[in-house]
Every structure is written in structure tokens, then in C-alpha cells.
């Protein structure tokens, strides 16, 4: 996210010479914009997006402080997914969009080393953004249907993974629960771990395990009870807790307690 205390951006004839010709997709985080080019005028409202051309003039204006996040494609790979890409410039993209949201909580997979720490990861997650990217502006049907198969698939994934993390003391936490955040069906919720070669409840009690094996090696909880630090972590029966963590770790949740003594 970049934010900007208000202005103006000119992209001028002289600029033009560097040669960039790349498409650019917005999204209007917070705050508004005002974008002309190509003779088109849009607004772009908090939560909205709109596609711009690096090799044409432009003027935008941001009246007061906001949030941006601009992704910058290749046109050539751009124009292969979307029929008419010269006619999707400065056109409104609603915040009505989902596919939008999804864009915006994927970049956060930048922020992960363990996900994106080799150049053939990084490739991987950007052919995904473009997929997104392909989906917003309007894929072609063959196109968006790859997409939906592989950044779709990628960038839900991750959402889900994002949303169970935060619930993780929720005990109650299912596939049903996702499902009603995220906007889809639990079976899609289900065949998104399919494809990983898990399932919803295995990933969610592993995460729960390592939620406490960390607890346990960190000093601020050295004075709550293991119990407390299970339940903490949404398990809800100790005797199953207990069994999974020495099958997942070898050791008692007492032993690892001991050990960081």
C-alpha cells in the first residue's frame, strides 16, 4: 500500500521515452483518485480499481491523503488474456468486484520469505497476480478459465490459510466457517486442501500444534498452564490435545516446557 497526502501525477510526453509500456491496475485502498487518459475521465472511489497504459499521457489527482496499490503488467501478456485491452483503459472497476479483495490480501504473500525465498516461487506467485489481474480487467474465456484454476485457486488458498490463522482459538472454526467468509461453497473449501494433499480439519490441527509448541518455548507464557495454552489455541478437549501434540512432536507439551527451562 502507498499512501499519498494528496496531489498531482502527470505522466508527460518526455516521460514516455523511457520506453515502458506496461499496463498498470490500481486499486483505490483508501481514499479516492480522479484518472484522465486516452480522452477518458474515471473517479475511482475507496475500494475500486482502474487499468492505465505506461505508454500513454496521463493525469491523476488525489484530492485528499489515501492508500494505492498499483501492479504493473506486461501489455503483450496482458493483450493474450484480454480481448480489447485498448477499450478497458480508464474504465471503472467496482469495489463490488471480489476479485479485487482477493488481489490486495494475495500481495501479502510477498511479505512470507518462506513462501516466495526462491526466483522460481516469486515467478509462480506473479503468474498468479496476472491471473487476478487478467480476471478484473475481463479474460477472455479460455483465459479466465485458467485462471480461475491456477491464480484463483492460489490466492483463495491463501486467504483461507490467512482466515484460519486468525480464528485459530475459535474451537468451533470449520469448513462452513470459511466458507461464509470467503464467499464460497465448504465443498470448494474442502477441495482447495484436497489439492494440497490434506484436509481442512489435519491443516487446522497442525496449525493449533505449532500455535502451542511456540507458546511453550516463549517466555511471556511461562506462567499459564499448558491447559490454558491448548485452549488458547482452540482445542477443546485435553486428552486429544496431548495425544496429537507427542504424535506430531515426539515429546509431551511438558517436556518442551522443561527443555526451554
Known sequence: MRFSAGG?????????????????????????????????EVTVPEGGGVLTSNADCSF?????????????????????????????FVRPIPSTMGVLQLVLRYLDVFEDDRVVGTPEARL??????HDLCALCIGAS?????????????????????????????DATLSAATLATRQ?????????????????VSK?????????????????R?????IGTLAYR???????TFNREFRRRFGVTPSDVRAARR
Open 221 to 225: 507464557y511461562a506462567g499459564l498452564t
Open 60 to 88: 491523476m489527482l488525489t484530492p485528499e491523503a489515501g492508500g494505492l496499490v498499483s501492479i504493473s503488467a506486461p501489455r503483450t501478456l496482458m493483450t493474450a488474456m484480454v480481448p480489447g485491452l485498448e477499450d478497458t
Open 141 to 169: 474465456r479460455d483465459a479466465a478459465e485458467v485462471a480461475r484454476n491456477r491464480g484463483v485457486r492460489a490466492a483463495r488458498l491463501h486467504a483461507v490459510k490467512a482466515d484460519i490463522a486468525r480464528l485459530l482459538d
Open 233 to 239: 489455541a482452540g482445542f477443546g478437549d485435553l486428552s
Open 124 to 129: 509462480t506467485v506473479a503468474t498468479h497476480i
Open 8 to 40: 498531482a501525477a502527470h505522466r508527460t510526453p518526455q516521460l514516455l521515452s523511457d520506453g515502458n509500456c506496461d499496463v498498470v491496475l490500481s486499486i483505490q485502498e483508501a481514499g479516492g483518485r480522479v484518472v484522465s487518459q486516452l480522452g477518458r
Open 183 to 199: 464467499g464460497v461453497t465448504p465443498r470448494y473449501i474442502h477441495k482447495l486442501f484436497e489439492s494440497e494433499g490434506t484436509t
Open 203 to 219: 491443516f487446522v490441527l497442525g496449525q493449533r500444534l505449532v500455535r502451542v509448541h511456540r507458546m511453550l518455548n516463549d517466555v
